[in-house]
């Protein structure tokens, strides 16, 4: 993929960058300048009022938003450069989502619905059932891929979304409140399964959420306020182990 560079690449020792990025929607602005740099690895969240711009900066980092001035940088290529086949290419081969709601396909199955990134990436169907299989078993849920997901719980339904999100082995994961539609216990325990294995694949997940206790996952919290990074810092605390019990 022939894609622009930026000359110096990204800051040292990051893997995604947003510089001095501005996003408007009509007369509305969501992000004023918004910077900030991601390193390799790392988890990574996003916290700030409803409004703050969090989400918008999510969205540009992962090439979804083009920022109307600034930019993003991606492995020193230069993301809002890149064309929108390039952009989706990027997306769908070096990224993975889980939102907040899933955005699961609720008429197909648990496993077709993991499948169904390896197969837009050409992966044999063998192999990439064989795939899936293996990521329903990690994340405990081994027995429902024959489910639809629009019959699982709201805890199930979300570890399938990990299990999409994590079956190409990304470089990055988004996650825009990845449990804000769970209860307390169900999301935390659908954090640990998703930090666990993002570390075990050396993944960076860049998260956003308005939760403290989800936000004390991350290595780094980046709060946005007003479209603007206000500060970046070692959250204060670290998240209470959830139980081992099945989710609901």
């Known amino acids: 993929m022939n894609v622009p560079t930026m000359p110096d690449g990204v800051a040292r020792g990051s893997l995604i960058e947003a510089r001095s990025v501005h996003k408007a929607f009509g007369q509305t602005p969501a992000l004023r300048g918004a910077s900030v740099a991601v390193r ?6 996003i916290m700030g009022p409803s409004g703050s711009g969090k989400s918008t900066l999510l969205h540009c980092l992962a090439g979804i938003f083009t920022p109307d001035m600034g930019d993003v940088l991606f492995d020193g ?7 929108e086949a390039q952009r989706t290419r990027l997306r769908r081969t ?5 939102f907040q709601f899933g ?41 429902k891929g024959a489910r639809r997901t ?15 999100a994590l079956a190409l082995a990304p470089k990055v ?17 659908v954090m640990d399964l998703l930090t666990d294995l993002a570390r075990q694949q050396g993944a960076t997940v860049v998260l956003v959420t308005h939760d403290a206790r989800i936000a004390a996952y991350a290595d780094r919290v980046a709060t946005v306020r007003d479209g603007l990074l206000s500060s970046v810092d070692i959250p204060a605390t670290a998240p209470v182990p959830a139980t081992s019990k099945g989710l609901s």
Do not use: C, H
Not at 77 to 83: K, L, T
Not at 113 to 120: D, E, I, K, T
Not at 150 to 164: D, I, T
């Open 40 to 45: 390799p690895g790392e988890i990574f969240a």
């Open 173 to 189: 994961i988004f996650a825009d409140e990845p449990t804000g539609s769970l209860d307390s216990l169900t999301g935390e325990k």
């Open 103 to 143: 955005q699961l396909v609720p008429e197909l199955t648990a496993a077709d619905n993991v499948a169904m990134p390896l197969l837009l990436n050409r992966v044999k169907r063998k192999v990439a059932y064989k795939a899936v299989g293996t990521w329903l078993g990690e994340l405990g849920i081994g027995d």
């Open 94 to 98: 070096a990224f993975g989502f889980v």
């Open 150 to 164: 629009g019959e699982l719980s709201g805890g199930e339904a979300q570890r399938v979304a990990v299990a999409r």
């Open 77 to 83: 290529q230069v993301v809002n450069a890149m064309s």
